[in-house]
């Protein structure tokens, strides 16, 4: 594992030198750089892009006031049709989390709405996050 891995998101929120996007990068071979949240529009006609989850497959947060640069998580696996098993780093700061549970609360149950598991408080966060969806290392050819 790569110790000397670069921001994240551009140099905003956590910083460190351990970071999720390195860090997803490394995990999936994913040519994706830069802000976290921009590996969606980066991803387009590259790599497949979907509202599914598969393992391997990389969460890609939006931008938030709160997560500036976004976020990206590595899905383990699928648990329920709601909830998904995800590694990822820095989502506590310094630390890679693997085996997170990562839950869908979107109204359409298109994982564009989830919550994450929170380890100081042993609990899912109350916070909800805003994502894009799920890009995979394979072919552009699967729905957009």
Do not use: K
Not at 31 to 36: E, I, P, V
């Amino acid at each position: 594992m790569l110790l000397s891995l670069t921001a994240c998101g551009g140099g905003r929120g956590f910083n460190g030198p351990l970071q999720c996007a390195p860090y997803a990068r490394e995990r999936t071979g994913l040519d994706l750089h830069g802000d976290a949240a921009t590996w969606w529009r980066q991803s387009a006609g590259r790599y497949a892009r979907s509202s599914t989850p598969r393992p391997g497959e990389v969460l890609v947060f939006r931008a938030t006031s709160r997560m500036p640069s976004g976020h990206v998580s590595v899905v383990r696996r699928q648990i329920s049709s709601h909830t998904i098993l995800v590694d990822h780093a820095n989502w506590e700061p310094g630390r890679i989390d693997v085996g997170v549970p990562v839950t869908d609360i979107s109204p359409a149950h298109d994982w564009t709405r989830v919550r994450v598991w929170w380890a100081p408080i042993h609990a899912m966060g109350r916070r909800i996050y805003p994502t894009y969806g799920f890009i995979s290392g394979y072919n552009a050819g699967r729905a957009s």
